[in-house]
């Protein structure tokens, strides 16, 4: 009867028919103590149509009859708002337009709309490139280094990186940045939602400083943290004294390096000893056989 219609619907509310049937036409009711549908009505006999509300009743009206615990054949049907029914498993991490049936059993209506879509947690957050050294990241100064990190999975996240790099909203990738070589095990997907993210940055000088990383989208987040060695790139390094020497046999002799840029050590290797870090080294000859 009203089915274009938008009627609220709150408890306790009092439904009324008008008719010109006669009486006891339009309801057939049964009596019963046992149904669960079992109401009460009121039945009022008037000349005329009311106009008005069914607002301050008096029994004074003419003809009222009270019929309780009586059965019905009459239904009333009400919705609530409409709510989408999706199943969770066919959404993808991508929003697309899905086909959506409003609940509403009187007019089920099916229509596409609605970009809905859903975000995985993140997982498996890793630095990929370069390779931590001991849990240390090895740079040199003055030059820019390229940074990527890997997670397992992650749908929609985006990447916060503290100093020295600082950027932020930095979004995923389905692969790693083309200066990489692709065949890398680490570039390598392990699923759909394997996603990778990088940055770049240069420090100045040398110095040791903590980089924490952020990744994050609407469900979840996780951090990770590594430690950001720079040191300044070697440069014009030369041996003193650098041309051929006449040595004596079983004297020793003491050589040092020299450099232009950038501090060093090197390694001493020989035949009978094994090598060592030093700054300085000797060796004393032996006659050839």
């Known amino acids: 009867m009203l089915g274009d219609q938008d009627v609220r619907v709150y408890p306790d509310d009092v439904i009324g028919f008008q008719h010109d049937a006669g009486p006891n036409s339009l309801l057939h009711c049964l009596s019963s103590s046992t ?31 009270w019929f309780d615990n009586v059965v019905c054949d009459v239904r009333v049907l009400y919705t609530d708002q409409p709510q989408p029914i999706v199943p969770a498993q066919s959404l993808t991490t991508v929003p697309d337009t899905h086909l959506v049936t409003p609940v509403n059993r009187v007019n089920p209506t099916a229509i ?16 990929i490139y370069p390779w931590p050294h001991n849990g240390t990241l090895l740079v040199p100064t003055g030059n820019e280094v390229l940074i990527v990190i890997k997670i397992n999975s992650g749908s929609n996240a985006s990447s916060w990186w ?10 995923f990738d389905a692969y790693c940045p083309p200066s990489l070589p692709q065949y890398m095990p680490a570039c390598h997907r392990e699923t759909s939602d394997t ?17 924490n990383i952020t990744v994050s989208n609407e469900v979840s987040s996780q951090n990770t943290s590594v430690e950001i060695q720079a040191y300044d790139v070697i440069q014009g390094l030369r041996i003193v004294p650098r041309k051929p020497r006449r040595i004596l046999v079983d004297v020793s002799q003491v050589w040092s390096p020299s ?31």
């Open 35 to 65: 149904s669960p549908w079992r109401q009460s009505y009121i039945s009022l006999v008037r000349q005329g149509w009311l106009e008005s509300l069914l607002v301050g009743f008096q029994p004074t009206w003419p003809s009222p009859k």
């Open 112 to 127: 596409n709309c609605c970009p809905l879509g859903m975000w995985t947690t993140i997982t498996g957050l890793q630095i």
């Open 162 to 171: 503290g100093p020295p790099v600082r950027q932020s909203g930095v979004f």
């Open 195 to 211: 996603w990778f993210s990088y940055a770049h940055f240069t420090v100045t000088h040398p110095r040791l400083e903590i980089l």
């Open 259 to 289: 450099k232009a840029f950038g501090g060093l050590t090197f390694r001493l290797d020989s035949i009978k000893r094994e090598g060592k870090m030093s700054q300085s080294g000797s060796i004393s000859p032996v006659p050839l056989v």
